[in-house]
Structure formats: C-alpha cells, structure tokens
Nanobody
Framework: QVQLAESGGGVVQAGGSLRLSCAAS????????MGWFRQAPGKGREYVAS????????YYSDPVKGRFTIDRDNAKFTVDLQMTNLTPEDSAVYYC?????????????????WGQGTQVTVSS
C-alpha cells in the first residue's frame, strides 16, 4: 500500500500559475502510474492528467491540455502538476492517485490509492 500526500494548493488570480506536488510513501511508487483528478463543489470528480510509471507517457484532459504539465521524479517519489494560465473554472480540490498497473492512462476506475486532496481557488 502507498500513502499519497498532496501539497501546493492555494489561492491565485486568473492567469496565474501554481505547482502541485504529490509525495508518495515507499519505493513501490516507481512502478505506479500516477494521475491527477479534481472535484469542484457540486460536481463529480474529473480526470486532469496522468503519467505512466516510467514518465515516458503523459495524458491530459482537453480542458487542461496546453496549460498543465505533469511530471514525476522517481528518485524523490513525487509527481507534480504544473498549472499555468489558470481560470476560475480550474478551482477545485485536486487529488493525486496511484495506478498499480503502471499504465497511468486516465480512467478513474484504474486507480487504487488516493490522496486527501489540496484546494485550488482561482479568483477572477
């Protein structure tokens, strides 16, 4: 089992940037695909981005493509989400998740472990 802890959320003005980080416990992290999801008030959880265990493949949802970048550091057991050109529609609780198959291809049902989330608020 792996424990995930997100950090880096906060309040930012529209057009600004934030970098979220997810720290994993234990070396099994390097075999897991990792994903970022978000949930806005009154809405379901939404896929944002994901990355395979090697870091060689990344995937993005259409709303964030070109603005967000996911990357991982297998030496530090972390996966980050760099978010730029933020809009109020990006406001949500952001969660990282681990996929034990290693694929990290996006579908929520593939993910086995979840963090507690970090709040991102974008003001207009």
């Amino acid at each position: 089992q792996v424990q995930l802890a997100e950090s880096g959320g906060g309040v930012v003005q529209a057009g600004g940037s934030l970098r979220l980080s997810c720290a994993a416990s234990g070396s099994r992290f390097i075999s897991y695909g990792m994903g970022w999801f978000r949930q806005a008030p009154g809405k379901g959880r939404e896929y944002v981005a994901s990355i395979n265990f090697r870091g060689s493949k990344t995937y993005y949802s259409d709303p964030v493509k070109g603005r967000f970048t996911i990357d991982r550091d297998n030496a530090k057991f972390t996966v980050d989400l760099q978010m730029t050109n933020l809009t109020p529609e990006d406001s949500a609780v952001y969660y990282c998740a681990a996929d034990i198959t290693g694929a990290g291809e996006g579908a929520e049902t593939w993910y086995d472990y979840w963090g507690q989330g970090t709040q991102v608020t974008v003001s207009s």
